[in-house]
């Protein structure tokens, strides 16, 4: 083990409150998508620095160094790392919008929110507790009451398309409740969370060992961390394929508690009697925001069939204008995608499209020859027929857009996908509106808006986007586990 004051972060991880040298020598290389050039490289740890970090936290948290503390000073310390992040936003937006390629704004209103959502989970250190109960003692007169207590070491695993708010979304939660926390950021993105361990270690606010970072490969210090016998919890986000080996994982190893964010594939339904200015625009933005690189991004757009073409060329004009550029440059309004790979994949979508006989409206190509971008891109499928793009997530600015015919056809088409995360819904008739919300299958629904996230509100998926919620008190339970105590008076 090794700290030094003058080292180079970027090639050691963040564990037991120092910075370690990896067990091995890989690294990430990491890279601008704007450009296609590489920034720097970044250590990439394997099972054995995985093992050191989980031994950390379970240190501490079996020490109770954290959870010791009082509960209002506890809730104190987070609100002040929620201060200090907020006062270094210029420089987290800008390593996000480096590395992920997200426009500025975008990137800012990231740690805008990851702040409020620290400071939410603050408010909740000095409120959580049990309940006592009038228990029926047969003829034994019993006191019996319940406490919440912290699962244990967490496992946190995280994906690439909003790091650092994805990163916070799981520390927030763990630390409320009192838990220790391993973060393994994705592979594509590490810069964010190199930097924030930078800070952790200069600020000193925690004990040794309750925030470990280790940047990595998925498949190889993501999967040491779920298969480890001594996490008690994972919390995920990223696709529905690794949520699923991460509960296979669980299952093999100890049957660790497992909460899972996930893909969808949601659908966003336009009626011909809702505010056509407002619909188009933010069926624009529910696909084109973050370069469509957003769970729930509104990839399946339905549009009631006499509005049909009127909505389309609405949609593909906003597509068309939007200029696309470094996220750094104030006018950009959507940036690269994350990597040459994600562009090939979504080229690839575009390609079959194409092939099993879509209209493409507007977009479809690589734009430019620097860097990652894939014009905004708008396909019709006016006979709604079967189409791997209306079907599958592609996780790039691409819709899909199919005519219905009114609220009878909505829960079918709506359902007709093993997601539910995102849905949204254009109406002036709030009858519609609120019939529509209750027939669709998915963890949110939006209406006459599309995307709005808030702290106070439980986020997560129906079907394959998920397990369990994060945000509001929901999103607390998964790292809480409940004790029944009984006496015997
Ligand atoms: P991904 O599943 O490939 O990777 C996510 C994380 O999992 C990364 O840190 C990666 O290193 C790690 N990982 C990969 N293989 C692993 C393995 N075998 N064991 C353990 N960890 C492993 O997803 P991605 O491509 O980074 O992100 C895109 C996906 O994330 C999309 O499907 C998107 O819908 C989803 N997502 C969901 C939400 C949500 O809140 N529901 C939010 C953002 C992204």
Same mark, same amino acid.
């Given at each position: 083990?090794?700290?030094?004051?003058?080292?180079?972060?970027?090639?050691?991880?963040?564990? $037991?409150?120092?910075?370690?040298? =990896?067990?091995?020598?890989?690294?990430?290389?990491?890279?601008?998508?704007?450009?296609?050039?590489?920034?720097?490289?970044? +250590?990439?740890?394997?099972?054995?620095?995985?093992?050191?970090?989980?031994?950390?936290?379970? /240190?501490?948290?079996?020490?109770?160094?954290?959870?010791?503390?009082?509960?209002?000073?506890?809730?104190?310390?987070?609100?002040?790392?929620?201060?200090?992040?907020?006062?270094?936003?210029?420089?987290?937006?800008?390593?996000?919008?480096? /590395?992920?390629?997200?426009?500025?704004?975008?990137?800012?209103?990231?740690?805008?929110?990851?702040?409020?959502?620290?400071?939410?989970?603050?408010?909740?250190?000095?409120?959580?507790?049990?309940?006592?109960?009038?228990?029926?003692?047969?003829?034994?007169?019993?006191?019996?009451?319940?406490?919440?207590?912290?699962? $244990?070491?967490?496992?946190?695993?995280?994906?690439?398309? *909003?790091?650092?708010?994805?990163?916070?979304?799981?520390?927030?939660?763990?630390?409320?409740?009192?838990?220790?926390?391993?973060?393994?950021? +994705? @592979?594509?993105?590490?810069?964010?969370?190199?930097?924030? +361990?930078?800070?952790?270690?200069?600020? %000193?606010?925690?004990?040794?060992?309750?925030?470990?970072?280790?940047?990595?490969?998925?498949?190889?210090?993501?999967?040491?961390?779920?298969?480890? &016998?001594?996490?008690?919890?994972?919390?995920?986000?990223? =696709? #529905?394929?690794?949520?699923?080996?991460?509960?296979?994982?669980?299952?093999?190893?100890?049957?660790?508690?497992?909460?899972?964010?996930?893909?969808?594939?949601?659908?966003?339904?336009?009626?011909?009697?809702?505010?056509?200015? %407002?619909?188009?625009?933010?069926?624009?933005?529910?696909?084109?925001?973050?370069?469509?690189?957003?769970?729930?991004?509104?990839?399946?757009?339905?549009?009631?069939?006499?509005?049909?073409?009127?909505?389309?060329?609405?949609?593909?004009?906003?597509? +068309?204008?939007?200029?696309?550029?470094? !996220?750094?440059?104030?006018?950009?309004?959507? $940036?690269?995608?994350?990597?040459?790979? &994600?562009? *090939?994949?979504?080229?690839?979508?575009?390609?079959?499209?194409?092939?099993?006989?879509?209209?493409?409206?507007?977009?479809?190509?690589?734009?430019?020859?620097?860097?990652?971008?894939? =014009?905004?891109?708008?396909?019709?499928?006016? /006979?709604?027929?079967?189409?791997?793009?209306?079907? @599958?997530?592609?996780?790039?600015?691409?819709?899909?857009?199919?005519?219905? /015919?009114?609220?009878?056809?909505?829960?079918?088409?709506?359902?007709?996908?093993?997601?539910?995360?995102?849905?949204?819904?254009? #109406?002036?008739?709030?009858?519609?509106?609120?019939?529509?919300?209750?027939?669709?299958?998915?963890?949110?629904?939006?209406?006459?808006?599309?995307?709005?996230?808030?702290?106070?509100?439980?986020?997560?998926?129906?079907?394959?986007?998920?397990?369990?919620?994060?945000?509001?008190?929901? !999103?607390?339970?998964?790292?809480?586990?409940? %004790?029944?105590?009984?006496?015997?008076?």
């Amino acid at each position: 083990m090794s700290k030094h004051d003058q080292v180079d972060h970027d090639h050691l991880h963040y564990i $037991g409150g120092e910075f370690v040298t =990896s067990a091995g020598s890989a690294s990430i290389e990491v890279v601008d998508p704007a450009t296609g050039l590489r920034i720097k490289d970044v +250590a990439a740890g394997d099972a054995q620095d995985i093992d050191r970090a989980v031994h950390a936290a379970r /240190d501490c948290f079996d020490s109770r160094a954290w959870r010791k503390i009082a509960p209002a000073d506890r809730a104190n310390t987070l609100w002040t790392l929620a201060d200090r992040i907020a006062a270094h936003t210029d420089e987290f937006a800008e390593l996000e919008t480096r /590395d992920n390629g997200m426009p500025l704004m975008f990137a800012k209103a990231t740690i805008a929110s990851l702040v409020n959502g620290l400071r939410y989970y603050a408010g909740m250190v000095t409120k959580l507790h049990g309940q006592t109960a009038d228990i029926s003692g047969n003829g034994r007169d019993l006191h019996a009451y319940t406490q919440s207590e912290p699962v $244990g070491v967490v496992g946190s695993i995280t994906p690439w398309n *909003a790091p650092l708010g994805v990163l916070i979304n799981k520390i927030a939660p763990a630390l409320a409740a009192g838990c220790s926390i391993v973060c393994k950021p +994705a @592979e594509q993105t590490p810069l964010s969370a190199v930097r924030l +361990a930078q800070l952790l270690d200069e600020w %000193k606010l925690f004990p040794a060992g309750l925030i470990n970072i280790v940047n990595g490969y998925g498949h190889i210090a993501g999967q040491a961390l779920a298969d480890h &016998q001594d996490v008690d919890k994972l919390t995920f986000t990223g =696709s #529905t394929a690794v949520g699923k080996k991460l509960v296979h994982a669980s299952a093999q190893s100890n049957l660790k508690r497992v909460t899972l964010e996930l893909g969808g594939k949601s659908p966003l339904f336009i009626f011909d009697d809702a505010d056509l200015e %407002k619909a188009i625009t933010g069926a624009a933005m529910a696909i084109f925001a973050n370069s469509g690189q957003v769970c729930f991004a509104g990839s399946r757009l339905y549009i009631q069939r006499g509005i049909f073409d009127k909505v389309i060329e609405g949609v593909a004009r906003v597509g +068309a204008a939007m200029r696309l550029g470094s !996220g750094l440059d104030p006018q950009t309004q959507m $940036g690269p995608l994350v990597s040459a790979q &994600q562009m *090939a994949r979504v080229l690839s979508y575009v390609e079959s499209g194409i092939g099993e006989g879509a209209e493409l409206v507007c977009g479809g190509t690589r734009h430019g020859e620097q860097g990652f971008f894939v =014009s905004p891109t708008v396909f019709a499928n006016r /006979d709604r027929k079967p189409l791997t793009i209306a079907e @599958e997530e592609i996780f790039g600015p691409v819709v899909t857009a199919m005519p219905f /015919d009114g609220l009878e056809e909505l829960e079918v088409l709506a359902n007709a996908t093993p997601y539910g995360l995102g849905s949204g819904i254009y #109406t002036s008739n709030v009858s519609t509106a609120h019939r529509a919300a209750k027939l669709i299958r998915a963890g949110n629904v939006w209406i006459n808006c599309y995307g709005i996230l808030d702290k106070a509100m439980p986020f997560g998926g129906f079907k394959q986007s998920g397990w369990g919620r994060e945000s509001g008190f929901e !999103g607390i339970a998964p790292f809480l586990e409940s %004790k029944s105590v009984y006496t015997l008076l």
